[in-house]
Nanobody, 125 residues
C-alpha cells in the first residue's frame, strides 16, 4: 500500500522560507516519481513541483526560481524547499505518488495517483 505523510507546514511571513517534507512508506521510493500539489480555498488543485526517479525536476511557472524539490531515497523522503514566499502560496500542500513528471503540471496526476493527507501553509504578516 502506497502511503505518504506530509509535514512542515505552518505560518510564515511574506518573503520567508519553509521546507515541507514527504515521508514515503509501503513502497520503494527509488523507483517512483513524486510530485507536490497545492489547493487554495475556492481554487482547484494545481501541480507545484515534480521529481522523477532520475531526480529530474519540473516546476509550475508560478514557483520557478523560488521552490526546490529534492529527494533522499535512503531516508524515504521528498522535500519541497520554499523561498520568497508570497500570500498567493497559501494553500494545503499534498505530496503524491504514481505521477508522471511531464512538462505541464496539468498532466502529472492520473486516476492511479495516491495522495498524502496534506499540510497547510499560510503566508501572512
Amino acid at each position: 500500500q502506497l502511503q505518504l505523510a506530509e509535514s512542515g507546514g505552518g505560518l510564515v511571513q511574506p518573503g520567508g522560507s519553509m521546507r515541507l517534507s514527504c515521508a514515503a512508506a509501503g513502497f520503494t521510493l527509488d523507483y517512483y516519481s513524486i510530485a507536490w500539489f497545492r489547493q487554495a480555498p475556492g481554487k482547484e488543485r494545481e501541480g507545484v513541483s515534480c521529481i522523477n526517479k532520475f531526480a529530474t525536476t519540473n516546476y509550475a511557472d508560478s514557483v520557478k526560481g523560488r521552490f526546490t524539490i529534492s529527494r533522499d531515497n535512503a531516508k524515504r523522503m521528498v522535500y519541497l524547499q520554499m523561498n520568497s514566499l508570497k500570500a498567493a502560496d497559501t494553500a494545503a500542500y499534498y505530496c503524491a505518488v504514481n505521477v508522471a513528471c511531464f512538462d505541464s503540471p496539468d498532466t502529472w496526476a492520473s486516476s492511479d495517483t495516491s495522495w498524502g493527507q496534506g499540510t497547510w501553509v499560510t503566508v501572512s504578516s
